[in-house]
């Protein structure tokens, strides 16, 4: 049997974060009542004009730069034509053959190491409606509030060679277009989706086979699967000695498989022409250069920065640069007090797991930076002990206080008076006599019973490291 390689290229769509749609002024909304944001220009109404939002532009622009895409200085809208009850027009404003964004690349990182995956383009478009098909009748309701929000469309190079690649360059993709605020990247909404168009074709051939496409898939692991699934439909069909049909098709996740939903349309069956009603978009070099200077510091180079510059491990730099508010979080902590591998710890252990706990986003944390910064301050100035900071951190979650101000009230400061500790070790060390001759006699694990009965006695706030010396040289004695 021959062996097959998989070629795989993505199309994913990024709802861009605009008030307004892409050529019209009604809201970009999610959730609300059906149709309660249209507007002449989305319901198609005869007479109305279209006018482009500059911003969705200018957000295309900074997409296109964090992928290494050529801007063009001229791009144009086309007319996409087709008939479905959810696009008023019977047709979709998209790009076409002049696209806005061309010729860019994403480097990701797989088990195999770091792979080099092409981007053909960036194009604007506009959404269509939202078709929802009733099982009790034989209709369907039609939504259009989501008609005319603006997407921009990333258009892979089959360069994609299995599913891992997929998943890896699909998650980047969502946190480039996360940190430079285009997109907020809720792939449950729908706001970030992906078309899968897959192949498979002998290893060693250069022919592309034919190509399946995969409509909307909204998960990383769907998009994982999807592929897993179709590329070994496929490789069965042609074990068949069965051809592969061209085709558009749908993932089931209640099946865990693809099922076809329609032949697969050609470019010549949209009838593409450039739209009359809308001028060739000009973008200059001074307007380039105006975005370049905005974009923020990207994911990948906050990563190396976490490594260079603080020193932090793979795992930590990682978390802590997989979302801008997180690095802008640690950021802020670490120029309040400067020890990042122990703040870096708290947020990805205390910090991270009690907003999981709580089911709160990272932007809800009642924690501010300057307070977890404060925490840790007081444990390398042994005002307080990692035990004991644990419980100030509780309290501060739970009422966003400063943890100076719950030590003081609560009377936890560490007691570091050698003389007090001495008392309470003596007391202590004469109610346990035959303790101490297990530990003379050579039982060392004894001592931790020691450090217990001291911490108990002190509540919890004794200085450990002073604890384990004094006594340490008491029993030895």
Known sequence: MPQFETVIGLEVHAQLDTDSKIFAYSAVSSGDSPNSHTDPVTLGLPGCLPVLNRRVVEFAIKAGLATNCSIQSESVFARKHYHYPDLPKGYQISQFDKPICL???LNVQTEAGEKKIGITRIHLEEDAGKSTHLETEDSSLVDLNRAGVPLIEIVSEPDIRSAEEAGA????????????GVCDGDMEKGNLRCDVNISIRPI????????VEIKNVNSFRFVERA???????????LDQGEEIVQETRLWDEQRGATRSMRSKEFAEDYRYFPDPDLPIVKVDQAWIKKVKDSLPELPKEVFKRFQD?????????E?????????SYF???????????LLANWICTELFGRLNKE??????CPVSPAHLAELVELIDKKTISGKIAKSVFDEMFKTGSSPASIVEKQGLKQISNSDELESVIDEIISANASQVEEFRAGKDKVLGFFVGQVMKATKGKANPQMVNEMLNKKLKG
């Open 204 to 211: 060693g051939e250069e022919k592309l086979g034919t190509k």
């Open 359 to 364: 089911n709160k986003e990272m932007t809800d």
């Open 331 to 341: 950021d802020e902590a670490v120029a309040r007090h400067n020890n990042p591998q």
């Open 319 to 327: 978390r802590l640069s997989e979302e801008r508010y997180v690095a």
């Open 103 to 105: 010729d860019g690349h």
């Open 309 to 317: 510059i603080y020193k932090l491990d793979e795992y930590l730099s």
């Open 169 to 180: 360059y699909v998650r980047q993709l969502r946190q480039i277009v996360r940190y430079l």
């Open 227 to 237: 592929i897993e699934y179709e590329e070994q439909r496929q490789q069965a069909q």
